[in-house]
């Protein structure tokens, strides 16, 4: 199972303060799916303004990036630049 | 590909930048000088008040002046709905965009354009645009940020109300929004604590300084169908955000990318392009707008003001136990400032068990504030790294040494969550510790700063396309306006996969209708990304190149390799097919199957985050408060430097950047919310003979997630130098310099304030 790791101030306001969260996921689509499941409209949270870091690598807009069983998962804002 | 240090044959060397030589002899066209048959010249109404409600437009006078063709207000651009959507380099709220571009109901800053028209000459155009009337209701208006977030401030816009904090507001406020991001438990951190430092720290808003004005020209075509001509930092992104604004398909706009004369995160963005299109649109002619220094400073994206708390908690040992931020940016008239970005970076450099920050995104009647290099970062770092050497100084410890004690290293854990991937912060301190600089004597008033700074750097989509020519020179062409010498680092990445000359290279930036998609210019990804997709193509090349030679020996293609830019062919006792070169079978092509090419659209993933360390030496005059920068040294984890020469310019104009944000830039505002010093005399700069020589080190731990191993390198060399320079000063007067900029008189009151305390 990969484990989700939010923010206590993410978590205050969308999971009712749970801040790991284990998801049976092969990539990020299923992996927001079955967060979806658990706590309705977090889908739509993640799909607009955030980035991901699965395994430390961070993915600006992400779908398909495989999730392994041992996964750390990170949610974080798109990151810009000058 | 591997990382094998010394195998390189075209990448690392530093061969002149293609695009060089018509930029010294005037040849490049910029944005300002496209020129098109029937043009007309374009021109913007600008607010003069800081804040105002727009009660009406008369335009009718200057409509009826001979020359005048076109006039244009807010209601000629689509009336957006308030929602985020993605587009450019974060989600954006595209009515913003909107408003911004020009004001629909308020004027939100002086200078904010409320009108535009469009006219046969310059004259007609002036005297045109003195002619419309518009009628404002003068508001209270609110400028520091400190200010705009106290209770009664004057209010921007009535509909807004804070994000991320519980329970959702029912009054508008000024907060757009707050941002949090929590490691461990701060309460224990500073528990464990034996010393904290606890400061606020302030910093002024900076413009970017590009040297070229914001430029555009636009026209119709008669199918409905528009070009754009204009200098920015994505032709991608500027298409984009004008179909939004006009309404129309993105297929029906095409934006050619000119010279760029610099732009440092201030062209991620549109300002003249839309109104260029809605004149052109209604007067039928192509019309031209070019912005004024004046305009420049106040119309345009500076980064952020800000006021910034710092709490740092050590064992005597120097082992950090907590760190605390709070960050409060102006995003200027509307939401967006990086604030977050601030609370990402500032203690990234280091490992805290407990950490914390809270980040304040704060309207103000300024114009909106644009990415400027690494955004957000060099504020926080400046409250950071300054805490850091004042804790350094009361624990009688090396401020290198006590880096290096707390240094991040490879796979520790960061205040947004993420583990850090393969980094080099500690070989920046250790070379920063071996380097004479930081060991040579300093005489009276002199003092030596240090400070550090991280940026992610990131990757994207980004599009290459190799064409091999007949007699064998190969034609590079992507999709990224080249702001850093980017062409030349593309053709050397291109060069060294087809192993041959990079003479024989030649790099193109394509315009929308010429290469797929890229991502905007901005994130210090361009050598990353676009460089990926490059080498990609290349290597796609590579494999056609190696099958048309397999068919001229007749032998299958797996028995044919690629090296040192030609064919071999590796069937076991054959002597009879000597090796085919590039130009051989490129001269063949038509008769193996026609033009060779490679064409390459990728996600870049596995951007290398960035360090740097700086060191800074200055001299102060304990008269005047002068400060004089004596000596300066930038080192950085540049992953592997593709063009070593325009790295090190990364980094010394980085510095150079950080050094005028610490010593001498700053916005003056009369009382009425009016810019005093909006030209280059009054906002100043530092400039050639301000500064001595920057040295660089470029320090090369290489980017696993790069074939070369490249990581971004625009961005952190800006995120040091506040601190490096503040810290330099504070050590040399023995008065802490926590407000920025460190000018003579500012200098000097903390000197007289010292002075007088003690």
Known sequence: ???????????????????????????????????????????????????????????????????????EVHFLPVIGGG | MGNEQNTFRVVGTRPVRPDGVDKVTGRAEFGADHQLPGMLVGVVVRSPHAHARIKSIDVSAARAVPGVLAVVTAADLVDLPSELSSGGEAPINF????????????????????????????????????????????????????????????????????????????TASNVAGVTEFALGDIAKGFAEAEVIIEREYTTQPVHQG??????????????GTASVWCSSQGQFMVREFCAKLMGMDIG??????????????????????????????????????????????????????????????????GTFTAGEMTLKYQAGAYPGSPAFLGGMTG?????????????????????????????????????????????????????????????????????????????????????????????APLGPNQGRGIASGFWFNIGGPSSAAIHVNEDGTVEVVTGN?????????????????????????????????????????????VTFATGKAVIEAAEATVLQLCGRAAKMWKVEPYEVEWRAGSAHCTRVDDTTRAPVTLAEIAHQAGRTGGPISGNVSINAAGAGPGFGTHLCDVEVDPETGSVKIIRYTAIQDVGRAIHPAYVEGQLQGGAVQGIGWALNEAYLYDEK???????????????????????????????????????????????????????????????????????????????DRAKTAG
């Open chain 1, 1 to 71: 199972m990969a484990l989700v790791i939010l923010q206590s101030d993410f978590a205050r306001r969308y999971t009712g303060g749970q801040t790991q969260i284990e998801v049976n996921a092969s990539d990020y689509r299923s992996l927001v799916a079955g967060l979806e499941r658990r706590y309705p409209g977090l889908a739509e949270q993640l799909s607009l303004g955030m980035a991901v870091a699965i395994d430390g690598e961070i993915f600006q807009t992400p779908l398909l990036e495989a999730v392994g069983p041992d996964s």
């Open chain 2, 95 to 170: 009515r913003h965009v909107s408003h911004n571009v020009i004001a629909r109901d308020k004027a939100l800053y002086e200078g904010h354009a409320v009108a535009a028209l469009a006219a046969t000459s310059t004259a007609i155009a002036a005297a045109a645009a003195a002619l419309i009337k518009v009628d404002y209701e003068v508001l209270p208006h609110v400028i520091d940020v400190l200010e705009a977030m106290r209770e009664g401030a004057p209010l921007l816009h009535p509909d807004l109300f804070t994000t991320g904090v519980t329970p959702t507001p029912t």
């Open chain 2, 210 to 223: 590009y040297i070229e004005p914001h430029a555009v020209t636009a026209t119709f075509g008669a199918d």
């Open chain 2, 252 to 317: 029906q706009i095409r934006v050619i990318p000119l010279e760029i004369g610099g732009g440092f995160g201030g062209k991620t963005t549109v300002y003249l392009e839309p109104l260029a299109l809605a004149l052109s649109r209604q007067s039928g002619r192509p019309v031209k707008m070019v912005m004024s220094r004046g305009d420049v400073f106040k119309a345009t994206g500076p980064t952020s003001g800000t006021h910034v708390k710092i709490k740092l908690g050590a064992k005597r040992d």
């Open chain 2, 347 to 439: 203690l990234t450099p280091y490992l805290f068990e407990h950490a914390k920050a809270t980040c304040y995104d704060v309207v103000s009647n300024r114009p909106k504030s644009a990415a400027y290099r690494a955004p957000g970062a060099p504020m926080a770092a400046f409250g950071v790294e300054s805490a850091i050497d004042e804790l350094a100084q009361q624990l009688n410890i090396d401020p290198l040494e006590l880096r290096l004690k707390n240094a991040a290293t490879t796979g520790m854990r960061t205040l947004y969550g993420a583990k850090l991937p393969v980094v080099g912060y500690v070989e920046t301190l250790e070379a920063a510790k071996a380097h004479p600089h930081y060991s």
């Open chain 2, 481 to 525: 306006p080249d702001i850093g010498g980017s062409r030349a680092s593309m053709a050397m990445m291109a060069a060294e996969v087809l192993g041959i000359d990079f003479a024989h290279v030649k790099p193109t930036i394509g315009d929308t209708a010429q290469i797929a998609y890229s991502f905007l210019t901005g994130g210090s990804r």
């Open chain 2, 673 to 751: 919310g009016c810019l005093l010093n909006s030209g280059f005399l009054d906002y100043r700069m530092p400039v050639a003979s301000d500064l001595p020589m920057i040295d660089t080190v470029l320090v090369e731990v290489p980017n696993p997630g790069h074939p070369f191993g490249v990581r971004g390198v625009g961005e952190v060399p800006i995120v040091p130098p506040l601190a490096a320079v503040a810290n330099a000063v504070s050590r040399a007067t023995g008065v802490r310099m926590t407000d920025l900029p460190l000018s003579p008189p500012h200098v000097l009151a903390q000197l």
